[in-house]
């Protein structure tokens, strides 16, 4: 066996090309990326793991998983990429690969589900973490309190009678118990497994024997299986209000020099709603930690406008608030903003826009970093160089803007 290299840890996203319930589903759009795309930002987004692959029989697989920073280093044998393949040869076969071709070896390996996309920030390095606290243990899986508890599940014989799944020494007949009294019972879920080369190679086993649990905020929990799993999920990452690892074709996405930040006003500043009485007049709702944001940047020196395709006299006494220039019943945006670049003489290298819908595209394309809000039109994300983790009216903007204060070293300026 090849030395462990400590501190190496090694990503492995299992994705296969022939799926049987939702055909090429790991290349599919997925609220606007791949599916496979999310378990590559998971990897790549954590602090502690070393390098990412995908392990595949595809070359399109391939070619997508290398699009968004992962490395495609080998093809999966057909032997090893059946319907009833489990995931063990999958991951010796990556080792022996990497052991033989590069005399490399990792200190732990660690396996992201494409089918369960919906991950909170930090998990990985969380798992990790923990596992390495526990040099005994072999391996550590991602857990979520189960729904049901399983000592009140029954089987039923060829009779047709019912005897219990589970029995206690403790409790008689737990089918009967209170839930209280009942012990906690776990779900495993495919956010995240991490394991030993040691566990995989010598005990040949995907877990060993000492499994750590990381306790997973149930609200994540998707396994995308049938297309009736893959709506689901994709409401639950677009509307589902959680802070969710998203792909992003670029580090930052920022560019090196900042001379203007465009914002959209609808979906972007308010969360898309309006409301209006019967005489006609419309409110809307609008969060005072982006008036903040925008007030920030303004100190620090940076110079911010509204583009709206509204013509609304909202829209004009918000931003008048936040002292804001707005540009309002802007039906071709990019026309407009390419004008109002060529006016200032501004290079749109050096522009920042953030918009939330098919209206805004035009612009993307003018600028040095197209950024959207969380609930963004999923037409829209595949071309954003940025999604933030907040929806529109709920803090997307001061996101945006604490996002340049820290990159561009502004912090100071604007206080």
Same mark, same amino acid.
């Given at each position: 066996?090849?030395?462990?290299?400590?501190?190496?840890?090694?990503?492995?996203?299992?994705?296969?090309?022939?799926?049987?319930?939702?055909?090429?589903?790991?290349?599919?759009?997925?609220?606007?990326?791949?599916?496979?795309?999310?378990?590559?930002?998971?990897?790549?987004?954590?602090?502690?793991?070393?390098?990412?692959?995908?392990?595949?029989?595809?070359?399109?697989?391939?070619?997508?998983?290398?699009?968004?920073?992962?490395?495609?280093?080998?093809?999966?044998?057909?032997?090893?990429?059946?319907?009833?393949?489990?995931?063990?040869?999958?991951?010796?076969?990556?080792?022996?690969?990497?052991?033989?071709?590069?005399?490399?070896?990792?200190?732990?390996?660690?396996?992201?589900?494409?089918?369960?996309?919906?991950?909170?920030?930090?998990?990985?390095?969380?798992?990790?973490?923990?596992?390495?606290?526990?040099?005994?243990?072999?391996?550590?899986?991602?857990?979520?309190?189960?729904?049901?508890?399983?000592?009140?599940?029954?089987?039923?014989?060829?009779?047709?009678?019912?005897?219990?799944?589970?029995?206690?020494?403790?409790?008689?007949?737990?089918?009967?118990?209170?839930?209280?009294?009942?012990?906690?019972?776990?779900?495993?879920?495919?956010?995240?497994?991490?394991?030993?080369?040691?566990?995989?190679?010598?005990?040949? /086993?995907?877990?060993?024997?000492?499994?750590?649990?990381?306790?997973?905020?149930?609200?994540?929990?998707?396994?995308?299986?049938?297309?009736?799993?893959?709506?689901?999920?994709?409401?639950? %990452?677009?509307?589902?209000? !959680?802070?969710?690892?998203?792909?992003?074709?670029?580090?930052?996405?920022?560019?090196?020099?900042?001379?203007?930040?465009?914002?959209?006003?609808?979906?972007?500043?308010?969360?898309?709603?309006?409301?209006?009485?019967?005489?006609?007049?419309?409110?809307?709702?609008?969060?005072?930690?982006?008036?903040?944001?925008?007030?920030?940047?303004?100190?620090?020196?940076?110079? /911010? %406008?509204?583009?709206?395709?509204?013509?609304?006299?909202?829209?004009?006494?918000?931003?008048?608030?936040?002292?804001?220039?707005?540009?309002?019943?802007?039906?071709?945006?990019?026309?407009?903003?390419?004008?109002?670049?060529?006016?200032?003489?501004?290079?749109?290298?050096?522009?920042?826009?953030?918009?939330?819908?098919?209206?805004?595209?035009?612009?993307?394309?003018?600028?040095?970093?197209?950024?959207?809000?969380?609930?963004?039109?999923?037409?829209?994300?595949?071309?954003?160089? !940025?999604?933030?983790?907040?929806?529109?009216?709920?803090?997307?903007?001061?996101?945006?803007?604490?996002?340049?204060?820290?990159?561009?070293?502004?912090?100071?300026?604007?206080?």
């Amino acid at each position: 066996m090849a030395e462990i290299r400590v501190g190496e840890i090694l990503a492995v996203i299992p994705a296969r090309g022939g799926s049987k319930s939702i055909p090429r589903k790991n290349i599919l759009p997925f609220a606007g990326y791949p599916l496979l795309a999310y378990s590559i930002a998971a990897a790549l987004q954590s602090d502690l793991v070393t390098r990412t692959i995908v392990s595949t029989d595809d070359e399109e697989i391939a070619a997508v998983a290398q699009e968004f920073g992962a490395e495609a280093p080998f093809i999966r044998p057909a032997e090893f990429a059946q319907d009833t393949t489990p995931d063990l040869p999958v991951f010796v076969h990556a080792l022996a690969w990497f052991r033989q071709a590069e005399g490399y070896l990792p200190e732990m390996v660690v396996q992201l589900r494409p089918t369960t996309p919906v991950r909170p920030p930090g998990c990985v390095d969380q798992g990790i973490r923990l596992l390495q606290a526990r040099p005994d243990a072999d391996s550590l899986r991602a857990v979520v309190p189960s729904g049901q508890n399983p000592h009140k599940m029954w089987r039923i014989n060829q009779q047709g009678e019912m005897s219990a799944l589970l029995t206690l020494k403790h409790i008689s007949e737990p089918y009967n118990a209170p839930r209280q009294q009942l012990p906690p019972t776990y779900w495993q879920t495919g956010h995240l497994d991490i394991i030993r080369p040691s566990t995989l190679l010598e005990k040949n /086993s995907m877990t060993g024997d000492v499994i750590l649990p990381l306790v997973m905020d149930p609200r994540y929990t998707v396994d995308i299986d049938t297309p009736n799993d893959w709506s689901q999920a994709e409401w639950l %990452i677009r509307y589902g209000g !959680l802070e969710v690892v998203r792909p992003q074709k670029r580090a930052f996405g920022l560019p090196e020099r900042l001379d203007l930040v465009v914002f959209d006003f609808d979906g972007v500043f308010t969360d898309n709603r309006v409301w209006v009485d019967q005489n006609g007049i419309e409110q809307i709702a609008a969060s005072r930690e982006d008036g903040m944001g925008i007030s920030l940047l303004k100190n620090a020196g940076v110079e /911010s %406008i509204v583009l709206s395709t509204e013509t609304n006299p909202v829209v004009t006494a918000r931003c008048k608030k936040m002292e804001l220039p707005v540009y309002q019943g802007v039906e071709a945006k990019g026309q407009v903003l390419k004008n109002l670049l060529a006016e200032r003489g501004v290079s749109g290298e050096n522009v920042i826009y953030l918009g939330n819908d098919v209206n805004d595209l035009p612009c993307f394309r003018l600028v040095g970093c197209a950024a959207v809000v969380a609930d963004a039109h999923p037409d829209v994300l595949p071309y954003a160089d !940025l999604v933030l983790s907040k929806p529109g009216g709920f803090g997307a903007v001061r996101e945006l803007c604490d996002l340049i204060l820290e990159n561009y070293s502004l912090k100071e300026n604007a206080k």
